[in-house]
């Protein structure tokens, strides 16, 4: 089977089959994830979900090349896009030439995803005419964290509103193949999905979107915080942990490892 390309994400624009994104960081998670999916994003939330960082702002190049070579070692169906981290792209085009070039030829990644809007506008479309595919990222924007000062959901206000759905429709126009909603109300999602001609990818932004995305830690039930906008479709933490427990009781009172798992001499 082929890989999944950008235009043919492009094509899912809409269509009636909402394109399905995960977030993977390793091989062995892509491996499981990839028939299902259509895109696999190498998000630079593995800051929090695999190193115990407080943000995704000290992430670096490094992690991401080191995680996205595996994401694409580990998948053969699924588009593999991978996050700029904080501070590799912000500071001018060529920055951010120099940085997702690098990515993609330590990876093998296809496309990098950028948080921002208007302000990026020029970056993605300097990108985009180089030949590296853009999927753009509006709304909650996580590594602005510190300027947002949380997590909580933007466009409550007329005003923030306006500013996301300005933000959005600048990225699409400058050439991104696809869009990121975070964390917005839904008629933001509405609005966005109508009115450019790039699928938008809802995380937290309703039901209005061309696709969806979820951390896939959150949707498996691996990663403490819940934000209201993760549906939990298992708890693998709880069943980990009872296997962890049954394993050290087992070795505790010597039950494991049995005759099963024991080596004997051939006579
Ligand atoms: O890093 C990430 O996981 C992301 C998704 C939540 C869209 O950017
Ligand atoms: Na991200």
């Known amino acids: 089977m082929k890989r999944m390309t950008v235009p043919a994400i492009r094509k899912r ?8 994104m995960l977030t993977a960081y390793t091989a062995p998670m892509a491996h499981l994830f990839d028939p299902h999916c259509d895109v696999l994003l190498v998000g630079d939330s593995l800051g929090q ?11 670096t190049l490094e992690m991401m090349a080191a995680h996205g070579s595996a994401v694409v070692r580990g998948s053969y169906h699924s588009l593999i896009v991978i996050d700029l981290p904080f501070g590799s792209y912000e500071a001018s085009p060529v920055q951010a030439f120099e940085s997702a070039s690098w990515l993609m ?10 948080e921002g809007g208007a302000a990026m506008a020029e970056t993605v479309r300097f990108l985009t005419e ?7 990222h509006v709304g909650l924007t996580p590594q602005a964290v510190n300027m947002l000062g949380g997590y909580g959901a933007r466009g409550r206000s007329q005003e923030e509103a306006s500013k996301i ?3 959005g429709k600048a990225i699409a126009a400058a050439g991104a193949f696809s869009l990121v909603v975070e964390g917005v109300v839904e008629p933001i999602a509405v609005e966005l999905t109508r009115g450019i001609d790039c699928p ?5 932004a309703s039901a209005q979107c061309d696709g969806q995305v979820l951390v896939a830690e959150d949707m498996l039930g691996l990663f ?3 934000p209201r906008f993760v549906k939990r479709f298992d708890d ?7 296997a962890v427990e049954t394993y050290a009781g087992e070795v505790r009172s010597r039950a494991f490892p049995g005759a099963e798992q024991t080596y004997a001499p051939k006579d």
């Open 165 to 167: 759905i300005d933000d």
């Open 236 to 242: 693998l933490a709880g069943r980990i942990s009872a």
């Open 224 to 226: 403490e915080r819940t």
């Open 200 to 204: 938008t990818i809802g995380i937290g």
């Open 105 to 114: 030829k330590q990876t093998g990644a296809a496309a990098v995803k950028m």
């Open 13 to 20: 624009k809409g269509t009636d089959q909402p394109l399905v």
């Open 49 to 59: 979900v695999i190193y115990g960082l407080p943000s995704t702002v000290p992430v």
């Open 130 to 136: 180089r030949g590296i595919p853009v999927m753009g």
